[in-house]
Structure formats: C-alpha cells, structure tokens
T-cell receptor, first 111, second 112 residues
Framework: DAKTTQPPSMDCAEGRAANLPCNHS???????VYWYRQIHSQGPQYIIH???NNETNEMASLIITEDRKSSTLILPHATLRDTAVYYC????????????FGKGTRLHILP | DADVTQTPRNRITKTGKRIMLECSQT?????MYWYRQDPGLGLQLIYY???????NKGEISDGYSVSRQAQAKFSLSLESAIPNQTALYFC???????????FGPGTRLTVL
C-alpha cells in the first residue's frame, strides 16, 4: 500500500467546513483512497472512499487531485461531535487483509 | 456500531493469566479481524479470518491465538498475559462489496 502523510493536528471552528489534507504521492493506479475516523477510543468508523472522481455521501466529501497524489476530506459543517482522529488510507480495492492505519490527523472542533 | 459487540468492555488481569476476548457480529460478514491499539498510536492487526475455516496471522500475532467458532463469532486469547499487552483491542468485520470495515466498541485490557 502507498504511504500517506497527514498533518498531526488541525483546528476548525464549529459550523465551518473542516478540510483535512492527505498526501499520497506514491499511489498506484489501482489503489483507492479511504478515510476513517476514531472518536476518543471508540472503534474506527468508515467515512468515505474514492478512486479518482470526487465523492460525496451523507458524512463528507472527498476531493482527489487530478494526478491523484493528494486528497482532501471535507466535513461541510463541523460540529463538536466531529472531534476525532482522521485516518487517510490508500489500498487496493478488495484487498483481502488488513487496513494499515497510520497516526492520522487529530481534528479539534472549537466552539 | 451495535452490529459488532465485544465482551468484556474492560478487563484487568494479572501477569501469567489466560484471558479471552470475545467478538460477535450480526452483519452477516464472512471476514473478521482483531486489532490492537496502544495509547497514541495507530491500530495493529493481530489476526484475521476470511471464514470459519480460515485463520491468518497479522503483524503482531505472537502471544495471541484466535478461534472462529462460527461465522458470527471470533475470539482472541492471550495464553499467558504480560504487561506490554495492555492496550485497547478492537474487533472488526468486513463488507466485501464495499471493502469497508466495521469496528466494535473495543475492549480495554490492563495486565498488571
């Protein structure tokens, strides 16, 4: 799996959009970008994934650059409940073993 | 996620004791996983299972064993617990159609 780089922490004001960047410059053509988050020692929660097109679901939007070397997770209207560690993961779709979780970005939502 | 349950949620034990952590799921997924998380660090894979007859070692399987009793149940055992196995343990299941994993609430294990 390609390596990812994320800032260790970020702040965002409540109600504003939270934009979490991820660098994955060595991504391969068959690797997807996944985002999970972990809220204070709870089990990680799947957020979204994509290959090359931008994706949106009820939780977030994923913007992948045209060269696929970086991506941004967008939480459109951050709330205090979005305070968590966010993990950007690159892996082959249907890969049949583990998810490699790095250290992620600790997002603080400020009231 | 209530579809994946873990018992116990918290456990304190002593060095040398045998302990079992249990995981049950109602999602109907074939694939199940055990992860360990140390404070401030990411998750490390201990064991994973693709079906009842398939068990695979992960990154840190030494000192651990697993049992897949049924599609819905996957247990993790520490044969002789040691203090550096103090950690948060997560069970997860996998939805192949979307290649996403669903995690349980975790078991906080302390080995004294």
């Amino acid at each position: 799996d390609a390596k990812t780089t994320q800032p260790p922490s970020m702040d965002c004001a409540e109600g504003r959009a939270a934009n979490l960047p991820c660098n994955h410059s060595t991504i391969s053509g068959n690797e997807y970008v996944y985002w999970y988050r972990q809220i204070h020692s709870q089990g990680p929660q799947y957020i979204i994934h994509g290959l090359k097109n931008n994706e949106t679901n009820e939780m977030a939007s994923l913007i992948i650059t045209e060269d696929r070397k970086s991506s941004t997770l967008i939480l459109p209207h951050a709330t205090l409940r979005d305070t968590a560690v966010y993990y950007c993961i690159v892996r082959v779709f249907y890969r049949d073993d583990k998810i490699i979780f790095g250290k992620g970005t600790r997002l603080h939502i400020l009231p | 996620d209530a579809d994946v349950t873990q018992t116990p949620r918290n456990r304190i034990t002593k060095t040398g004791k045998r302990i079992m952590l249990e995981c049950s799921q109602t999602k109907g997924h074939d694939r199940m996983y055990w992860y360990r998380q140390d404070p401030g660090l990411g998750l490390q894979l201990i064991y994973y299972s693709f079906d009842v007859k398939d068990i695979n070692k992960g990154e840190i399987s030494d000192g651990y064993s697993v049992s897949r009793q049924a599609q819905a149940k996957f247990s993790l055992s520490l044969e002789s617990a040691i203090p550096n196995q103090t950690a948060l343990y997560f069970c997860a299941t996998s939805d192949l159609r979307q290649d996403t994993q669903y995690f349980g609430p975790g078991t906080r294990l302390t080995v004294l």
